[in-house]
């Protein structure tokens, strides 16, 4: 009996040892094993890659986490079939995320093309854009592969932005992913196209895939990634309330597209140049500057400008500032589809070259022990020893 206590008072101390650890540290994905694959386009058969899949490394300071990864999932991607020759490439990238992120109570910062954060299998994050854009000064489009560069160069203020969920979509793959120069990341809610309610791509017919997963109605999303400020992004579906009540629903963006047919003025009334009119080859979406922000006050399952809220979740039972991956009733992505435009908190994540400070190496299956028993026990994990 006593061995039996023994054990079940070893299972108890690591689920409260876990529990305390912040999830910024506990919940990636590691592996050292396992490596990834692609499709050849006309090929159903996923090739591989020899790259090793989610996180190699995730190591903590008292103020920091930093996640090493190769940047490729357990999914096959590819082919995109848009024209992108690129295929998903070994990054070898370390980000650095804070442990205890906060409010941005300044002036907000903008997200930006490129890694606004990561999710939890180490794949990048980009925001709606996709570095195209509306040249007024020539009424045609700019930037981009097959584009001449906008005025400014990447990453000017341009009047009109392309969104690159609607205008890329027969370049995402059966995961909705796809890589610029050799970065894989996602836009959009990482879950396969097959999985929505309404299909809107046939890409997974060939080349079949899974995301990072799938929603489930019933439950509560899982924890998904990580922004750059260092908030958590959690899928569409969690509590209705945000103290942790009221069931399971959909959490919806407070952005919808406005109703116009001439693009002259952005939604709060600012007259700029004009864009192309609403038509077949451009239609509403096709510009971040086509939606609009109308707040929902009462109904806490709508989100903020940022696409999030302040609530309770699983991981954090006391609260804390989340953006959601947001779908609409068929699934479909929702723009700004997970953080934006702007970030809600201090954006100080970054990706670096190297880990410049002392850390301690998470290990994700270790069992943290009182100092008297570590010199007799080496254990690591401890499933159904209860006998």
């Not at 093309?113 to 045609?140: C, E, H, K, M, Q």
Request: charged share 15%; aromatic share 12%.
């Amino acid at each position: 009996m006593r061995k039996h206590i023994f054990l079940f008072g070893l299972i108890l101390l690591s689920t409260s040892s876990k529990s305390q650890i912040n999830p910024a540290i506990t919940s990636w994905l590691q592996n050292n094993s396992l490596t990834g694959s692609y499709y050849a386009s006309g090929n159903s058969t996923p090739i591989a890659n020899n790259i090793l899949v989610n996180c190699q490394k995730v190591e903590y300071s008292n103020n920091w986490v930093y996640i090493h990864t190769k940047g490729i999932p357990a999914y096959p991607t590819g082919p995109f079939l848009d024209g992108n020759p690129s295929l998903a490439q070994d990054q070898s990238a370390i980000f650095k995320l804070p442990l205890n992120p906060t409010q941005n109570t300044g002036t907000l910062t903008g997200t930006t093309p490129g890694n606004i954060g990561i999710f939890i299998n180490g794949v990048a994050l980009f925001d709606y854009r996709d570095g195209v854009a509306w040249n007024t000064s020539t009424n045609s489009l700019c930037g981009g592969p097959g584009n001449p560069p906008c005025p400014g160069g990447m990453g000017a203020t341009m009047p009109w932005n392309r969104d690159a969920v609607l205008a890329e979509k027969p370049g995402f793959d059966c995961s909705k992913g796809h890589p610029a120069m050799g970065n894989y990341h996602h836009h959009q809610n990482p879950s396969a196209f097959k999985l929505d309610l309404n299909v809107v791509s046939t890409i997974c017919n060939l080349y079949d895939a899974d995301g990072l997963y799938a929603i489930n109605t019933a439950q509560h999303s899982p924890l998904i990634g990580f922004a750059s400020d260092g908030f958590p992004i959690y899928g569409a579906y969690a509590y209705a309330n945000v103290d942790g009540t009221g069931g399971i629903v959909r959490i919806k963006s407070s952005y919808q597209l406005r109703s116009i047919t001439q693009r002259t003025h952005h939604a709060d009334g600012t007259n700029v140049d004009d864009g192309p009119a609403v038509s077949t080859t451009y239609p509403l979406g096709y510009f971040r500057e086509d939606y609009e922000f109308i707040a929902h006050p009462g109904d806490e399952s709508y989100l903020d400008e940022h696409n999030g809220r302040f609530c309770k979740t699983p991981e954090y039972p006391n609260g804390i500032y989340c953006y959601f991956a947001t779908v609409d009733a068929n699934y479909n992505s929702a723009y700004p589809y997970v953080v934006g435009p702007n970030f809600y908190g201090n954006k100080v994540g970054v990706k670096v070259s190297s880990v410049t400070e002392p850390t301690t190496v998470y290990a994700p299956n270790a069992v943290s022990m009182p100092d008297g028993l570590k010199n007799d026990f080496n254990i690591f994990q401890i499933r159904h020893q209860i006998y």
